[in-house]
């Protein structure tokens, strides 16, 4: 402990707390040297193309936060040390509503960490957002698919590159239980309905299911929506839904709600370990996948982040306690619709540090490094598998490098936020709570202005 | 608002006399139903809270699949809950007790400042004639309905904007760096307290009694000096409890905190940490039942300490007229 | 560890620098004006002194201009706060009222429009109405029959701090305080919620409190009602404990019972801290937004308006049609200011 006791006063009034904190050692405080820079060592090699902005400092604002914002700070410290730029990083969980407030109040972040391409949209719309430099977009159309990078330009402007990215579209299980059963791993549509028609027939209730995420309570079942839409129609057709092309009750839209209702509005199906269908609403989101490990439910849909929700001590692995198998196509002989989302690196200022920063977030070094330290997931065709550990995170880079796969995004984050963050989240609950398919569509149709 | 003191109303006086047998008993039955009203009232009040500090030493399992009741079944104590909010598992977002430094150095001067500022101005709206003085005040009390959010923007625009009409610059941007922006946020606190602390000081000065304010104006006494050497002792407990509140405000304030001090641990104050503290997704929100309890220490101590104030402090507003 | 108190410093000293601002600022004022009045007085003398020996018309004194001074300066400080932190953004809310979403373009009434339009705000200012009405009401009552048993009780300063303890716990903590109370589990599993638990074991099925309206609007009052009883308490106490030792003696000595002393002698001594109870907590009720947030985000008809509010304006990016609803705030609290007003010329009158 570094006691550098210059001020008295402030010993005084420190040193109370000081002294409880002292008794236990821990945690390392990670203080970047910012402004000394090793350019010229091997290791900075790759690090050439960023140089010349020693002693400078990039913010970035994010809704990133504790373990997941300590590997963040770890993932770029070597670009930190080797070009002299220091990155401060700053997570929130009121990160979608404070950023705009920040903004408005010409107190914007240098970047911005954005998972909504409608968030996006909305700053590049009211010309508050920077375009991308030409190096950020020659360095983001290198190394991620057009489907990706349509997400972040708006009006044929690029506004940055993604950064992370999970795949939505998984059903959790126990593989333990599958084999115990007999039960095998369904590759259609129509095999886990007769799956889930087996296991219901046992005293086990085939899926469990909760939608309860706090103030964004909602959001799990529009994700269910959006998986079955895009496995019931094509993918042009999502795109017009989710661009207001079609109206949000369209026939086809509700053909989806009504399918996806098979599964989570059947007593028979749900909701394992938590009570009947109307349970579903009030069963947070983290906990809903836990009766798997109890044996009280044998399926769970949620994306590739849930494996850091498991209770501590369970092994998420193919042969393990829990893990994941593709969400099913309905129709194998369309491709493999991939259901996902992530969050986009934007900028609110041009400086050319800032700029350098954006690039490098877009590198297939930052992917890589990222990857290394664990529980991560890049669209960046640059990472190397070899440096993907977790067997879920893999599986995920497995997909969204497949050439077979027809990526979509998160169709609630590309719509306007008073439908996508709103109406939406709102109608999936009333849909849950025994709300009927038309009346529900029809009002967040009448919310899209 | 002077303190009416009605006249032993008629209804006592038929009572008068010598309190008979029966109406003893029924006084002691009185004391007896009251102290068990006061006792429900108490316990249902406490065991919510209850729950949650016999939570905060359970493992993370158990918080989430039984009640903390169980807890006095089948006994699983654990500090770990406490060890991970006091000294973090997360490097990036530094060391809890230089959050505990922050929220202190933010929470005195968003204190002292309001206190100040809505002691003179109620003085001035309560014992200085001037016109308008009704209307002025009325606009006061009624701007304590502007709601906080709104008044985000406009204000962090006014810091980081400064002001300028026309394209002439009236104030320069505050452009502060680190430490510095402490003064936003006492500025911000401040601004916010401002209608309720003068509503409640100015009910308390108006109430002091006309006659010594007549009498130091007759001896020649200035406004500064009546303020300074009669008004002040005289409502001074008062101004001590309406120090513990805003207190309590700033000090589990999270929304100013974040707009105005930054998420960074120079400036932050712990409530910004402690939302911190359920991770990226909200899963590990067993944290915050240990976290809960580590931020109410100080306010509670506060209260405690000053609880002999809050009582007198009021007590001076009602000093007769 | 890496605390480092060199870390702290530059933060204790901008504290201090604070604290200096805090002296020099009041203090100045202060000085400032004592030592300015007696200045121009001393000038006055020494030209009526010059005038009185010239023969010239002596200068008039204007005393009432002189109280408009003072009552200026003290008022300074909080008037110019004021205009910056509040009068200037309510303003400007008004104006982005009648604007659209990016406050680009002018609308007209069209966010009124749609507010009234629109059936869920309905539902949502019965909400509010049952919200306003209530919250004072029970949280003024049960502070107020607390505040009366425990005075003078044994133990009274654990007895009201247990009250007043959800005021000090931060929001954060209240959140996680009453997920455990209304937590619901299946009828098999055992429960995490209190209240569920205690239907339990009375026989009964456990029920999703927070899913059926009416019930979960009053369950959500609770926890406002639970919050803001410390904050009645501790006014209405200290009130009590104001009232003149000698008037209580008297009817006491006359045989009042404890029921005719609370209606005769307690209740009218504190009406003023009532009103100042009563008035607050609406106006805190008025504008709750973070209980409905985080327990329901305004689902299964449990909304109101300052919620509404906060959607609209911080993750819709509707700012126009939140600035709508903050202005209908505005309007909510007029009957509160009229009864001020009110108040405030019978204070006069009786003064």
Not at chain 1, 40 to 58: F, I, L, N, R, W
Not at chain 1, 346 to 373: C, H, M, W
Request: glycine fraction near 8%.
């Amino acid at each position: 402990m570094a006691v550098s006791a210059r001020p008295r006063q402030a010993l005084a009034i420190v040193g109370a707390i000081g002294l409880a904190l002292s008794a236990t050692a821990c945690g390392t405080g990670s203080s970047s040297n910012g402004g000394s820079s090793n350019a010229d060592s091997a290791e900075c090699a790759p690090y050439e193309d960023y140089q010349g902005h020693e002693g400078k400092t990039v913010n970035i604002y994010s809704s990133i936060r504790d373990i997941e914002a300590d590997r963040l700070a770890e993932s770029w410290k070597q670009f930190e040390d080797c070009t002299g730029i220091t990155i401060n990083h700053e997570g929130s969980g009121e990160f979608e509503a404070q950023l705009p407030v920040r903004v408005d109040g010409g107190n914007a972040p240098d970047l911005a960490f954005i998972p909504q391409p409608g968030l996006l949209a909305r700053f590049a719309e009211r010309n508050q957002l920077k375009p991308a430099s030409a190096e950020t977009k020659a360095m983001a159309e290198q190394n991620y698919s057009p489907d990706w990078l349509k997400y972040s330009t708006v009006n044929g402007t690029f506004y940055g590159a993604p950064l992370g990215s999970n795949v939505k579209s998984f059903v959790w299980y126990s593989p333990k239980m599958f084999q115990e059963n007999g039960w095998t791993v369904p590759t259609t549509w129509d095999q886990m309905i007769q799956l889930s028609d087996t296991i219901a027939q046992s005293d086990v209730k085939p899926w469990c299911a909760g939608i309860e995420s706090g103030d964004a309570t909602g959001w799990p079942a529009t994700d269910w929506i959006e998986d079955v839409m895009l496995r019931t129609q094509t993918p042009e057709v999502y795109d017009q839904w989710t661009t207001h092309e079609i109206p949000f009750n369209d026939p086809r839209v509700a053909e989806a709600l009504d399918r996806a209702g098979t599964i989570l509005k059947n007593d028979k199906y749900v909701n394992g370990g938590f009570g009947g269908v109307r349970s579903i609403a009030t069963t947070s989101f983290q906990e809903a996948g836990v009766p798997i490990t109890q044996g009280k439910c044998a399926l769970h849909r949620q994306a590739s982040f849930y494996a850091n929700q498991w209770p501590e001590g369970t092994r998420v692995a193919e042969d393990g306690d829990v893990f994941a198998f593709y969400f099913p196509a309905i129709d194998p002989a369309k491709g493999k619709p991939v259901l996902g989302g992530g969050e986009f690196v934007t900028a609110f200022a041009d400086r050319p540090e800032v700029q350098a920063v954006q690039t490098y977030l877009a590198s297939g070094e930052y992917a890589n490094s990222r990857a290394k330290i664990g529980d991560w997931v890049s669209a960046n065709n640059k990472v190397d598998l070899a440096n993907v550990a977790n067997p879920i995170d893999k599986l995920s880079v497995e997909i969204l490098q497949d050439d077979s796969t027809v990526f979509r995004f998160d169709g609630s984050d590309l719509m306007p936020a008073a439908v996508g963050a709103g109406t939406f989240w709102k109608g999936m609950v009333d849909w849950i709570n025994g709300g009927n398919t038309a009346s529900v569509l029809q009002g967040i149709e009448s919310s899209w202005k | 608002m002077t303190t009416t003191t009605p006249p032993v109303a008629a209804g006592a006086q038929e009572t008068s006399g010598r309190p008979t047998r029966a109406a003893r008993v029924r006084k002691r039955l009185n004391t007896h139903t009251a102290t068990m009203v006061a006792i429900v009232i108490a316990v249902v009040w406490t065991i919510p809270t209850f729950g949650l500090l016999v939570s905060s030493f359970r493992p993370e399992n158990q918080i989430k699949t039984t009640g903390w009741w169980t807890f006095f079944r089948d006994p699983e104590f654990t500090l770990q809950n406490y060890q991970e909010v006091l000294f973090g598992q997360s490097a990036s977002s530094g060391q809890l007790a230089s959050y505990f430094v922050n929220s202190l150095v933010i929470t005195l001067p968003a204190v002292l400042f309001p206190l100040a500022f809505a002691a003179l101005a109620a003085y001035a709206l309560a014992w200085i004639n001037f016109r308008g003085r009704d209307w002025v005040y009325i606009a006061i009390f009624a701007l304590q309905i502007v709601p906080l959010q709104m008044a985000l923007v406009p204000l962090l625009s006014f810091f980081s904007r400064g002001v300028s009409l026309g394209g002439i610059t009236l104030m320069p941007a505050w452009n502060l760096d680190g430490a510095q922006n402490f003064a936003q946020v006492w500025f911000a606190h401040t601004c916010f307290a401002l209608p309720f602390a003068v509503y409640l000081l100015h009910n308390f000065i108006s109430q002091l009694p006309k006659d010594l304010m007549e009498a130091a104006r007759v001896d020649g006494a200035t406004h500064p000096k009546i303020f300074r050497t009669i008004v002040l002792p005289l409502v001074a407990p008062a101004l001590a409890a309406f120090g513990i509140f805003q207190f309590l405000w700033v000090w589990n304030d999270l929304l100013v905190g974040l707009i105005f001090a930054g998420g960074s641990d120079v400036t932050a104050p712990l409530t910004v940490r402690l939302a911190e503290l359920a991770g990226t997704r909200g899963n590990e929100w067993q944290r915050l039942t240990a976290g809960a309890f580590v931020s109410i220490v100080v306010p509670l101590i506060v209260f405690l300490s000053l609880q002999r104030y809050f009582v007198r402090g009021l007590l001076a507003g009602s000093v007769k007229g | 560890m890496d605390f480092d108190f060199a870390e702290q410093a530059p933060k204790l000293m901008m504290l201090l620098w604070g604290l200096v601002a805090f002296a020099v600022v009041v203090g100045g004022l202060l000085v400032l004006l004592d030592a300015v009045p007696a200045f121009f007085a001393r000038r006055r003398e020494a030209r009526f002194v010059a005038a009185s020996a010239s023969g010239a018309p002596l200068p008039g004194g204007r005393p009432r201009s002189r109280e408009g001074l003072f009552a200026t300066f003290f008022l300074l400080p909080t008037v110019v706060l004021l205009l910056i932190g509040l009068v200037v953004p309510a303003l400007r809310t008004t104006l982005l009222s009648f604007m659209d979403g990016g406050s680009q373009n002018f609308v007209g009434l069209d966010n009124y429009r749609w507010m009234f339009a629109d059936d869920s705000i309905v539902r949502v200012l019965l909400n509010t109405l049952v919200w306003v009405t209530l919250v004072p009401l029970v949280a003024t009552s049960i502070g107020l029959i607390y505040a009366v048993l425990v005075d003078k009780a044994r133990l009274e300063a654990v007895a009201k701090s247990l009250i007043f303890m959800p005021m000090a716990i931060s929001f954060v903590g209240a959140s996680i305080i009453w997920k455990f109370v209304y937590a619901f589990r299946s009828e098999e599993q055992e429960q995490i919620g209190l209240l569920n638990q205690i239907v339990v074991s009375l026989g009964g099925e456990p029920r999703q409190w927070l899913l059926d309206s009416p019930l979960n609007t009053l369950l959500l009052i609770v926890i406002m009602v639970w919050i803001q009883a410390g904050f009645a308490m501790v006014v209405l106490s200290a009130a009590i404990k104001a009232i003149p030792a000698d008037i209580v003696e008297a009817a006491r000595l006359d045989g009042v019972s404890p029921w005719q002393m609370f209606w005769q002698i307690t209740l009218p001594s504190i009406r003023p801290a009532l009103i100042v109870v009563v008035v607050t907590i609406s106006i805190a009720t008025l504008k709750v937004f973070d209980i409905v947030r985080t327990s329901t985000n305004g689902n299964y008809d449990t909304s109101v308006i300052a919620n509404e509010m906060y959607n609209q304006a911080f993750r819709y990016g509707q700012n126009g049609q939140g600035s709508a609803l903050a202005v209908f705030l505005f309007v909510l609290v007029i009957p509160i200011v009229i009864f001020q007003i009110r108040n405030l010329r019978q204070q006069r009158r009786e003064g």
